[in-house]
């Protein structure tokens, strides 16, 4: 499949839809936990075709688990049965740690079972691209050494940021690869904790690695989606766009209409319904409400995308999912008439 072209045609075409980053809700579909769904490949490629059947995406996405690659480091995760995984403490504190740090090969930890999730998923899902999922550079060193303490650390040791950087990057090349080698179209990378840099330090510690992973890895048939749900993306832009990348994903803390503003008219930005306020805890007119306030707001852009502002959570009410879905069709098709008759 041709990427480019499909991101044209995001840009293009008069019939668009939603894609949210939709994936954990499958837990429910499934009748599973969420730590039986992120260690077992054949829930994951079952989850996604099950929402890839219930509604119409232009793409199907893997699950967003920013543990899964520090983990695969060594970093202690924690589980439980219906919230995503997370990091906590570190494993990294010295130079002399960043320097013994090993590289893991692709395929520690839960990688493996990612990979394999996304294989299967694509045996099922032949209609639409199928993205895999990762942590950015920057976002994995944070895990690595504290997520509360990797700012500082920029100030007071920079060394051996860019030591973890370096060692992060590396292991993302291979594990992106890994994914394009079982036939992902792409991969949404998570860079949320870029969001809290300034634009001096994103470019060093950030954009600097994802460029170097944007090139080794994103061609005709393989994309980078960025994701950034940082409540200084708007400030970042001029770095955020520096990437490399074509597709912007932004999360609910930015206006989304501040940021199509500022996107180049051949790129695709992404967002930005609230996960937590409206999918999690919104009631379905309170969703409508909002995806249409976002879809006029934002209606002039022609590559804008409406999406969540993140990953949806596990235990969303489909009632809430449905609305969403049903009010984007309504107002496309509405606007569809009205262009007719005008």
Partial sequence: MNMYKWIDRL?????????????FPSVQLLYVTVKELVTTSNYQALGMKMLADKYPMPAVASFMDLSVEAEAFGARTVYAADEVPTIIGKIVETQED?????????????????????????????DRPVFAGCAGPFSLAGRLADINEIMPLCYEDP???????????DFLIDYIKAYKEVGAHGIIMAEPLAGILSPQLI??????????????????????VYHNCGNYALQLIDSILDTGCRVFHFGDAVQMKDMLEKMPADCVAMGNISPSQQFRNGTPQSV??????????CKDFRNFVISSGCDIPPLTEFENID??????????YRQRLLDIIM
């Fill in 288 to 297: 409508r409400i909002e995806t249409v306030r976002l879809l006029e707001e």
């Fill in 159 to 169: 060394d051996l940021v860019h030591t973890l950087l370096r060692k992060s990057t």
């Fill in 98 to 126: 960043a320097d013994d740090l090993q590289i893991p090969p692709v395929g520690a930890g839960r990688t493996g079972i990612y990979i394999e999730g996304v294989r299967k998923a694509l045996k099922l899902i032949t």
């Fill in 203 to 224: 470019q060093e510690f950030s954009t600097e690695y994802v460029k170097e992973i944007v090139e080794a890895t994103q061609e005709q048939g393989f994309i980078i």
């Fill in 11 to 23: 840009i293009y075409q008069e019939d668009k839809k939603a894609f949210p980053l939709l994936s």
């Fill in 323 to 332: 609305a969403f879905f049903d009010t984007v069709e309504s107002f496309y």
